[in-house]
Each structure stands twice: as C-alpha cells, then as structure tokens.
C-alpha cells in the first residue's frame, strides 16, 4: 500500500495535515472520508456539514505538470473543503503506527 499525504483546507477555518495509506489515490479520499479526522477537525463548528462521503466530491483531478500530486473538492450546503493528496515517499518507519495528523488554524498561518 502506498503512503497519500493530504493537505485538507476547511475554507476559513483553517487547514491540517494527515496520511492514509491506499491503493490509489481514488482509494485514499475513500479511507480519508471514512476515518473520521475531517469530521473531529469540524466538530467545534456547528454552522459547518459533518459526514462528507463520496457522493460530496465534485473535483479529482490530477495537477498538471506535478507526477502524484491531486486535487479533490468536496462540498455540502455551500461549504467546501478543499484536499490536495500527494503520494508521499514509504516511510522509515514500519512499525505500523497510526500516522499522526497535524492541525493548523488560519491564525497560525498568518
């Protein structure tokens, strides 16, 4: 299985950084969608849509000029979040660790 890196922008609310591991691109905003972190970065945020699926992607495109790097949008009662999804070099770490997440508000990346 391959390493996905995604870059998850939340519009205002600022944006993180988490990893699955897929066998595709496709596949990793599928593990993405089902592992819950989008849905625990917008629980503090009652006026923002929980439980995007599969069926909220209106976007997934690969950038052109950039070997494994994609973009995917989803969007639900006129909210967006908006992913970019790189495949990330295997790690030297194979212990099988849950691979952490890292958050960043908008006020951290003025």
Known sequence: MALFSLIVQCGELGR???QVRSSSP???IRA????GSLDAFLTSH???PKGFKVRDIYAFLPLEGLPNVYFCGLGQRGKYV???LVH???RSNTSGARVPTF????HDAQ
């Open 16 to 18: 993180y950084i988490t």
């Open 26 to 28: 496709k596949a990793a």
């Open 32 to 35: 993405f969608l089902k592992d």
């Open 46 to 48: 009652p006026d923002w």
């Open 82 to 84: 908006e992913i970019h």
């Open 88 to 90: 990330t070099a295997r």
């Open 103 to 106: 958050a960043v508000s908008r």
